[in-house]
Nanobody, 110 residues
Framework: VQLQASGGGLVQAGGSLRLSCVVYGSTFSSYHTAWYRQAPGQQRELVAHITTTGNTNYADSVKGRFTISRDGARNTVYLQMNSLKPEDTAVYYC?????WGQGTVVTVSS
């Protein structure tokens, strides 16, 4: 199983980004998938999670701003991030079945 994350970049506070994670080598729709992030000097934390039935949950810090979704036909999970804050700056990783993508960097300037 391989995961490839993309979509990170530099954005001003208040802006938006959409991250994508393509899953290769797995029957994607059969597994839960999640986005994590790790800021410099911090531990990796769960940002959002989506189950096989489409149920979602979010870290309190991103509720109402971030949305996780999945496209089974494309084997892809998305993370729509709106109203970004400088504290959202981190490397974002997708994960499923214990496998991890390579991470994509999100930098939010104030």
């Amino acid at each position: 199983v391989q995961l490839q994350a993309s979509g990170g970049g530099l954005v001003q506070a208040g802006g938006s980004l959409r991250l994508s994670c393509v899953v290769y080598g797995s029957t994607f729709s059969s597994y839960h998938t999640a986005w994590y992030r790790q800021a410099p000097g911090q531990q990796r934390e769960l940002v959002a999670h989506i189950t096989t039935t489409g149920n979602t949950n979010y870290a309190d810090s991103v509720k109402g701003r971030f949305t996780i979704s999945r496209d089974g036909a494309r084997n892809t999970v998305y993370l729509q991030m709106n109203s970004l804050k400088p504290e959202d700056t981190a490397v974002y990783y997708c994960s499923t079945l214990g496998y991890w993508g390579q991470g994509t960097v999100v930098t939010v300037s104030s």
